[in-house]
């Protein structure tokens, strides 16, 4: 099976939802699916599973911090945003994989901890609580949340490259009592995102079998 | 009357919660609308008409949790 990679930049998070749809709809009319990479300027998303307890801060507070607030149709509870988190949009055609949501999850939990290693960074998925953990420090380094219409996937992951933890102290992140890290971080060096990419690409084709067209 | 079942998600999905249902009891719906969103823990689920007719009544609320398998809501066949 055939996928396309696009770069989208820094986009407005909503436009990159619209995006997607869009994209969704090509998939099930037939075209091949998108491997989507791209940054949000800070913005908090709000999953069909959010607790407003999940907030740490006032939502007006927030806002004047200036981080947008936006409720969006993927699983899970909240999650930041923000500059050097790279975006992994993944339109798929599950109909290929299964039609199986949990099995998906996994192999994009996978891809993710292959990356991490990759980078020398000891990572792991925890079933129960979904996302990318580094147990050496007990953070959390990579968030998941998708939404599947006509078993086409669309949302992804976040990855935190080179991120500003700082904001994340305005939630409690997919809903979790748990402190996040970044690559950059746990590295104590900026990372490359162009290598991040180039990595993720190689080893999402490995994994879902897909050619990168 | 046709049933709109919670399909199999996956191996070990048991359960979905209905987020939420795009159409109201009484409208007309054709096969293969999506007419309700279903989630779990990490992911949404559009569920699809399974043929067309009126939405003739609710069974899983939005905010209720529905049984991989089980019935979402009825579909009157004009």
């Known amino acids: ?213 | 009357m046709m049933d709109i079942i919670l399909p199999e998600l996956g191996e070990g999905i048991t359960q979905a919660t209905v987020a939420c249902w795009h159409v109201q009891v009484g409208d007309k719906i054709h096969v293969g609308d999506e007419v309700c969103e279903v989630t779990t823990d990490k992911a949404t689920f559009n569920v699809e008409a399974p043929a067309s007719g009126r939405l003739k009544s609710i069974t899983v609320k939005s905010g209720q949790d529905g049984l991989v398998g089980g019935v979402l809501g009825i579909i009157e066949q004009l």
């Open chain 1, 1 to 213: 099976m055939d996928m396309i990679v696009e770069d989208w930049g820094m986009v407005d998070y909503m436009t990159a939802c619209q995006r997607q749809k869009r994209m969704v709809d090509m998939v099930i009319a037939g075209q091949c699916g998108r491997l989507i990479f791209c940054e949000h300027l800070p913005v908090l998303t709000l999953g069909r599973l959010f607790k407003q307890e999940s907030l740490l801060v006032a939502q007006q507070a927030i806002e004047q911090k200036g981080v947008a607030i936006h409720s969006v149709d993927r699983g899970g509870d909240v999650t930041l945003h923000a500059p050097g988190q790279l975006m992994v949009y993944v339109i798929l055609d599950l109909n290929f994989y299964q039609r199986n949501l949990k099995k998906y999850l996994e192999r994009l939990e996978q891809v993710a901890v292959d990356l991490l290693r990759d980078f020398g960074i000891l990572a792991v998925s925890i079933p129960d609580k979904r996302g990318v953990f580094v147990p050496m420090s007990l953070r959390k380094i990579v968030s998941i949340g998708i939404g599947v219409r006509k078993w086409v996937s669309y949302h992804g992951l976040g990855i935190n490259v080179n991120t500003d933890l700082s904001l994340f102290s305005l939630i409690k992140p997919c809903g979790l009592d748990v402190q996040m890290t970044s690559m950059a971080q746990l590295l104590q060096h900026p990372v490359s995102m162009e290598q991040v990419k180039r990595k993720w690409t190689q080893l999402f084709s490995n994994v879902f079998k897909v050619d990168i067209v």
